[in-house]
């Protein structure tokens, strides 16, 4: 009786600590999924100044920091993909563990769920 008592408390714990990391990683992928919608907004606002200091035969000095400041912006995406991707796949890897250990309707769970559904890489 006393070891089927530890195991129960074990997976008590286990769960527990599941749940902590499944709110911290969702958290982390959702931070990460607004910083890569940021940087692409930045790229698009970058890429039509450009386009249109081009338009309106602005000075050479300021196309040139202007395409400067696009090269720069496009520079950022691929870093925060990646970041964003080891996120949602450390997050997809703790919803498979945790499956074993915690309710699908349990709210950490749920978080998690719609963390990884929400992501747009």
């Known amino acids: 009786m006393h070891d089927i008592s530890k195991s ?3 997976d008590l714990k286990t769960a527990s600590i599941l749940r902590d990391k499944l709110v911290a990683n969702a958290d982390k992928v959702i ?3 607004q910083e890569m919608s940021l940087y692409r907004k930045e790229e698009r606002k970058a890429s039509q100044d450009l386009q249109r ?4 035969d602005a000075d050479a000095s300021d196309i040139e920091e202007a395409e400067n400041n696009l090269f720069n912006t496009g520079q950022m995406l691929p870093s925060a993909q990646s970041r964003l991707a080891t996120a949602l796949n450390e997050l997809r ?3 498979k563990k945790a499956i074993e250990y915690l309710p699908s309707d349990d709210d950490a769970m749920q978080r998690a769920l ?3 559904k929400a992501v747009d890489i």
């Open 53 to 56: 200091l081009k338009y309106n």
């Open 31 to 33: 931070r990460l999924e």
């Open 93 to 95: 890897a703790l919803i």
């Open 8 to 10: 129960w408390d074990s």
């Open 114 to 116: 719609e963390a990884s």
